[in-house]
């Protein structure tokens, strides 16, 4: 049997999707934590122990800002390429791509299968992942329940472009007693608020599908809706778009339609 | 994506080492007494330069290092062209601002206009108003301010300067461009003849050798040797690789991070709408105006830079390169913090994207090695959605 895996090495997760000729065989994730060479390590000897290791008949393409660290993977491809095949193959019909990373946001339009443009914030955590894992310490919680908190909360404003400063606003707010469901509230439509600008800059075709670890998130997926004032669409493989995508390109090669 | 070397010939120069090679000549040139006026730009109109029996050459602005003491008196969000530009002459580590006699400037953005006002506190800088659109008055302006510049140059050196004079110097200027952009149209073959990191290099290298005449010859010979070694090696043996166009910025100081990383990854720049490129070579001085002023004025005031308003010209000469020279992509460059160049980037890529139908990228980038990982990330995705 061969089999075809993908490998999304991500800042924050590593995301694992291993498809034979008919469909998805396996699925699995594994936080990146510091050395991107170890966790590649890790994610085959979990493949192998599953009876279907990375020497075998398997060909590997690796994706994500970890992808080199990868080391038996056949091709490197980007996460660009991959979260459009990846989302496209979940959606089914042509689409705008919207991909809250640990690092980095991005907005992809894929065209008959095939990502066609993008635009990414990578230059600064402000509408990123790594923003709400910062505030949610702040706050002290986990996120799971900063969106819990968020929900039954009233936004406060956090204007400031950067995180850092962003920081000290909400510090500002807890040191005036505000009420942590605000503040929650605030942070996750801050982090709405500069997915949303980045949309409005590359412009939207076809309907939105949201990939990455926050698309579990019903809240944030509610609120980016009714930024964006359109439908979002989520799957329940969402967090593993780019890895799908690396698996699909593993299996299919450039072709254009998974 | 596999990284590839670059082919490059055996005597390659990189920008850097041509200037510094230069240094020594620009040494031994002043001690045989010769004029020096450093300059930044290519709205400068150099023929009263050399007109005046002294030689132009463009300062050091390219490099991170003098830009954290260029920041002691400078804001920090300023484009790194203008920072380093200022910390050069400040750190007085440009020989070329030392051997200069003078600088001149111009008022082309708002960062540099106020940066020469620094400068000349340092050494003296004229600064050339330079007005920012195409009209009549504009026009009128520009001239009386040509003419202007010519007094500058005439009173500073003692000298008077014909008509005569500023004649022979745009003959040989007009001559220049020629060499010039018959050397970059080079990139109009298919497959590509030499990659765009060794053409832009050598334009850039080639404003080191000063004599005119010279550096006509040296292009000129250059220039035959890629097209002999095409016709007998690439010719009629297609590619897949992208053909890319760079417009935007002056690229000098993020070359090797941007273009040679590109073309390592598998794409061929092949065009160049920039200072360094072709932008300033396709229109030549008319040698037929009877008013030589005019001539001059009406030449520099057609560069198509974003700091002229509107300035739709610029999507005009992109629009016939990207047929001409192939392409199949474009990528801007924008300085952080040059507002003409990212505000009008909203029409370059509406523009490429819509009407000339090929892929756009856009990198805002500065002079740090801080943003590599992300650059390549963007590149090599970039050229994932042209490898279809």
Redesign the interface.
């Known amino acids: 049997m061969s089999y075809f895996t993908g490998i999304d090495i991500g800042s924050t997760a590593s995301k694992v999707v291993v498809l034979d000729e008919s469909g998805v065989v396996d699925r699995f994730v594994l936080p990146t934590g510091w050395s991107s060479k170890e966790t590649a390590a890790a994610i085959a000897d979990r493949l192998s122990e599953s009876g279907r290791p990375v020497d075998g008949d398997m060909k590997v393409v690796a994706t994500g800002?970890g992808r080199v660290s990868v080391e038996y993977a056949a091709r490197?491809?980007?996460?660009?390429?991959c979260h459009g095949r990846g989302g496209y193959a979940l959606l089914g019909r042509s689409c705008t791509i919207v991909d809250i990373g640990g690092q980095?946001t991005k907005v992809i339009t894929v065209e008959d299968g095939?990502?066609?443009?993008?635009l990414?914030n990578?230059?600064c955590s402000a509408g990123t992942g790594k923003f709400l894992e910062i505030m949610a310490n702040r706050l002290g919680v986990d996120l799971g329940e900063l969106f819990a908190l968020a929900e039954r909360g009233e936004p406060l404003a956090i204007s400031s472009m950067c995180t850092v400063f962003a920081e000290s606003e909400v510090i500002s707010h807890i040191g005036a007693g505000e009420r942590r469901e605000d503040i929650a509230a605030g942070v996750v439509d801050s982090v709405v608020s500069k997915v949303a600008g980045l949309c409005a800059r590359h412009g939207l075709k076809g309907d939105v599908l949201l990939t990455g670890g926050l698309c579990d998130c019903a809240y944030l997926v509610k609120r980016l809706s009714q930024r964006l004032g359109t439908a979002v669409y989520t799957d329940p493989m969402g967090r593993y778009a780019g890895a799908l995508g690396a698996a699909l390109i593993a299996r299919g090669g450039?072709g254009?339609k998974p | 994506m596999e990284k590839m070397d670059l082919k490059l010939p055996a005597n390659f120069e990189t920008y850097n080492e041509a200037r510094q090679k230069g240094f020594l000549r620009m040494k031994e040139m002043k001690e045989q007494g010769a004029r020096v006026v450093g300059m930044f730009c290519s709205f400068v109109p150099v023929e009263l330069i050399y007109a005046a029996g002294a030689l132009p050459v463009g300062l050091c602005a390219f490099t991170e290092e003098p830009i954290p003491a260029a920041e002691a008196d400078l804001p920090r969000n300023l484009c790194p062209l203008i920072k380093a530009s200022y910390g050069f002459a400040l750190t007085d580590t440009c020989p070329y601002f030392y051997f200069s006699d003078f600088v001149v400037g111009e008022t082309t953005c708002d960062g540099k206009k106020k940066m020469f006002e620094l400068m000349n506190e340092i050494k003296d800088t004229y600064v050339m108003q330079l007005p920012h659109s195409r009209d009549a008055q504009a026009l009128a302006f520009w001239r009386e301010q040509i003419i202007a510049f010519q007094k500058k140059l005439e009173e500073f050196y003692g000298i008077t300067i014909t008509e005569e004079d500023i004649r022979a110097a745009i003959r040989l200027k007009n001559r220049e461009r020629d060499v010039m952009r018959r050397y970059l149209e080079l990139g109009q073959l298919n497959p590509v003849a030499m990659s765009g990191y060794e053409m832009g290099t050598r334009v850039d290298a080639g404003s080191f050798s000063f004599d005119l005449e010279q550096r006509c010859s040296e292009v000129e010979k250059r220039t035959a040797e890629v097209l002999a070694d095409w016709e007998a090696n690439y010719k009629g043996k297609p590619t897949d690789r992208p053909r890319l166009l760079v417009t935007g910025c002056p690229n000098a100081g993020v070359r090797e991070k941007i273009i040679r990383a590109v073309e390592e990854m598998g794409a061929d720049v092949v065009a160049f709408d920039t200072c360094n490129g072709i932008r300033e070579k396709v229109e030549k001085v008319d040698e037929s105006d009877p008013d030589v002023y005019n001539a001059l004025a009406r030449k520099y005031l057609n560069i198509n830079c974003s700091v002229m308003s509107p300035n739709e010209s610029r999507r005009e000469y992109i629009g016939a390169m990207i047929d001409s020279y192939q392409v199949d992509g474009v990528i801007e460059i924008v300085l952080q913090s040059c507002h003409t160049y990212d505000v009008e980037a909203h029409f370059i890529k509406r523009f490429v994207t819509q009407e000339k139908g090929i892929p756009y990228l856009n990198i805002e980038t500065d002079y740090s090695q801080a943003d590599k990982g992300q650059i390549n990330t963007r590149l090599a995705a970039f050229l994932e959605t042209i490898e279809k």
């Open positions: 800002y490197t491809v980007t996460e660009i390429t980095d095939l990502p066609s443009s993008f990414m990578d230059k450039k254009r």
